[in-house]
């Protein structure tokens, strides 16, 4: 009978079941170089392990034994996976992923996991969802770490400040932490939330607990071989499976591309002038300015040499990088494949932007690139995450990565700000996001995203329909008028360096609208079709001002810049809507021979009730609002200098600014519809018109008109309120 007295028997076990217990752990500790309870998981050589400072403690849960033995047969089997075996492919492609995501931080030191004592004191807890101060820094240990230069705690440190009305109040305290309901979200409160974050596994550790994210973290480093591998991957897929991907392409080759091969240093890049039919990538950005390195006509013969790669923004630089990466060759870019000094080449490339978009393979969006010369691939140094430590049992440690909260693509990011690029991103089949902290692959069929968890964007959501819409599928998807007055409206909001370029700039959408919609002509933003209802546009509370230019005619939603919006089409829809006008004749002249580019001048001719008014612009109301002011019949005015404001209309001029304070404005409004509501009661629209000659007006704003009770309809011809017209509109 042996007197070992480190025998695991079963009877020592179930006697004296603490010391069993104790005496297991000091066998374990003689064979693991990193003291119990912390238990490091590598599964790839040349990844270096965290270094723990966890105490060891004597207390143990009853149901220890059970989930320690399941963490240790987890780790024997991690270990087991050898690099020879990873090299070899005999193991599942997230460990080869894991490697190249190692890589990517060993080669970009500021966005890999950032460790230091101070974030040691850092504990989260991960058995329950409740708030605990157990471990959390205090303010003083916060104040330390920010002298030390510590990231994590100066982000913290700071956010107590923003929240805190007075700093010199704020009591030593630990700061309280929890997860959220969802997993892997974790809040730390003092004042407030200070800092929201994503936990995730580290790299190359076994799966932690089922609060945190098995996901690879948010890959920071785009231009780097595993983000090329992945967009090279999802290419692939869509190409080769995704047939309505496949249905919506067309395959074009552009007058020019810019031409790419390899070089020892970087890149060689030339323009390359009618390619032969092949595979070529967009470029989607910001100019943000003028570009030194555009083609004009005395640089062409140069370009079609070669275009030294380090004088092109910085921006086109990173494409092209992009583009060698997934293996293509050729990259369509605006500003160096069309020649930007002959009006002509501008004309006849602007005709053919939805072929250029619609052949590409995919499009290279730089969503956080405010200008040309900003780049895109630079590593995401605002996402470095934290290695912090956590509890998952009374005994038991590991670490987890806090990365930093990310909203996702947002409309606000800089390309979605821009009209130019809202045609890019809606007639490209596949596009690469390159946002503030992962690229995202978005086609008709998916969106993927570079690391991280789920897809932060949903292309469908009408919160972000406005930003990006492979093939256009949300407004393609709508009848006429609506999915035309919401592709303006979206379109409408974004800003334009040049004025001229408001109807250029939508042009690309325009011809593809043409092509799958029962429309005809074209006027200004117009179709035929619908056409009087589409002259009840509207305009956003603020924020509206006429351009310097002449950009369209008064009629058309073009001619002022500002938000437009157009809520009777719902009611168009509904059938409860009459028109009670009569359109005789509508032209516009072509700056170009492009149907759907700029125009120079333009007119309508409406056969309508017509009513004359006047309108009084408030200096201010309790709104606040300018556009608002009183607005009575004209004949008013024979009784009374200052007559009351008439409750049976609501007029709202486009552009208060206009308009002097203080002062009756005589305006002419013309009945445009009427609609019956389910009281049987009547609404009309219309428009509001200012004189510009002796046979002619302008559109000024518009109006409703409600029908009331002992009062006649304020259009109302048979009590000679109001007279039939041709009215000449320009």
Known sequence: ???????????????????????????????????????????????????????????????????????????????????EQAEHSKIPADYSQIAEHLDAERANPSIAPHTCTHCAKVRIDLRRYIETAETGPTISNLKAAAEDGCPFLSSLLREIYEYADDETELADDPITTSFSSSVGHFYMRMVGDIGVFDAYEVPGQASSDELVHRELPPNLAPNSSISFNRLRGWLDECHLGHPKCKAFRTEYMPKRVLEIKEGPEHPIVRLRTNPPLALYATLSYCWGGDQHSKTTTARLDQYESEILF??????????????????????????????????????????????????????????????????????????????????????????????????????????????????????????????????????????????????????????????????????????HPSGWANIVEQYSR??????????????????????????????????????????????????????????????????????????????????????????LDVQTALASSHRFGAVTRGHIKIRAR?????????????????RYGRAAPLTAFQ?????????????IVDVPEEWPANKFIPMVAIEICTVKANTDRITGFGLLLGRVGSHSYRRVGWMTVYEMEDRDYWFDEDLGLAMWEDVLIT
């Open 310 to 479: 380090g004088t092109l923004p910085k921006t086109i630089q990173d494409a092209v990088i992009v583009t060698l990466g997934v293996g293509l060759r050729y990259l369509w870019v605006d500003a160096i494949c069309i020649v930007q000094d002959d009006a002509d080449d501008k004309q006849e490339q602007i005709s053919k932007m939805h072929l250029v978009y619609r052949g590409a393979y995919f499009t290279i969006a730089a969503a956080n690139a405010p200008t040309s010369y900003a780049g895109f691939l630079q590593p995401r140094e605002r996402y470095q995450p934290t290695r912090v430590s956590a509890r998952m049992d009374d005994n038991v440690f590991t670490e987890v990565l806090l990365s930093p909260e990310y909203s996702g693509l947002v409309t606000s990011d800089y390309l979605f700000l821009r009209g130019w690029t809202f045609q890019e991103t809606h007639l490209s089949t596949r596009i690469a996001v390159y946002g503030p902290r992962e690229m995202v692959f978005c086609c008709l069929e998916g969106v993927w995203s570079d690391g991280g968890t789920a897809t932060q964007i949903n292309t469908r959501t009408s919160a972000f329909s406005g930003a990006i819409d492979p093939g256009n599928q949300v407004f393609g998807s709508l009848e």
């Open 610 to 626: 017509v009513r004359a008014l006047a309108w009084w612009k408030l200096e201010t109301d309790r709104l606040g609002h300018m």
């Open 1 to 83: 009978m042996s007197d070992n007295s480190d025998s695991d028997s079963s009877s020592d076990a179930l006697d004296n079941p603490r010391a069993w217990r104790a005496r297991r752990r000091q066998k374990l500790r003689a064979h693991d170089p990193y003291p119990w309870p912390y238990f490091h998981l590598p599964l790839l050589s040349g990844y270096d392990p965290p270094q723990s400072g966890h105490e060891l403690l004597d207390s143990d849960s009853e149901d220890e034994r059970v989930r320690r033995d399941r963490i240790v047969l987890r780790r024997e089997a991690a270990v087991s996976l050898s690099t």
């Open 494 to 583: 974004r800003n334009l360096t040049d004025e001229t370029d408001k109807l250029p700039g939508i042009a690309a959408l325009a011809e593809e609208y043409a092509q799958t919609k029962p429309v005809t002509d074209y006027f200004a933003g117009m179709w035929r079709e619908d056409f009087l209802l589409q002259c009840l546009w509207t305009v956003s509370p603020f924020r509206v001002r006429r351009p310097s230019v002449y950009t369209a005619p008064s009629w058309s939603w073009a001619s002022v810049i500002g938000a437009i919006g157009n809520p009777r089409t719902s009611l168009a829809v509904s059938g409860k809507m009459q028109f009670t006008c009569t359109l």
């Open 639 to 651: 009784s009374s200098d200052t007559p009351a404001n008439d409750p049976q209309i609501r007029c």
